[in-house]
């Protein structure tokens, strides 16, 4: 089992910036990839950014430019950095470790955009 613990979220303005983090411990060499999901009121979680654990990052649309997933192996950490960040971004962020056939979340980290 993969233990998930996020954390940076908050209150920022539009256009404004935040750095998500997820602390990763447990089992942590099973993990294929790991991501940030979000899910906004009503509606579904969906994939914001994801890291395999040779490098590779693939991104949602609507982020694509201005958000970055990075990850530290040392620290055993995953980084979500957002940049010009818009009302629409608002959502519940939920880090995720994939080992397979098994998901692995943490408990989110609120991401209010307001002015």
């Known amino acids: 089992q993969v233990q998930l613990v996020e954390s940076g979220g908050g209150l920022v303005r539009p256009g404004g910036s935040l750095r998500l983090s997820c602390a990763v411990s447990g089992n942590i060499g099973s993990i294929y990839s790991m991501g940030w999901y979000r899910q906004a009121p009503g509606k579904q979680r969906e994939l914001v950014a994801k890291?395999?654990?040779?490098?590779?990052?693939n991104y949602a649309v609507s982020v694509k430019g201005r958000f970055t997933i990075s990850r530290d192996n040392a620290k055993n950490m995953v980084y979500l950095q957002m940049n010009s960040l818009q009302p629409e971004d608002t959502a519940i962020y939920y880090c995720?470790?994939?080992?397979?056939?098994?998901?692995?979340w943490g408990k989110g980290t609120l991401v209010t955009v307001s002015s």
């Open positions: 995720n470790a994939n080992r397979g056939r098994v998901d692995d």
């Open positions: 890291i395999t654990s040779g490098g590779n990052t």
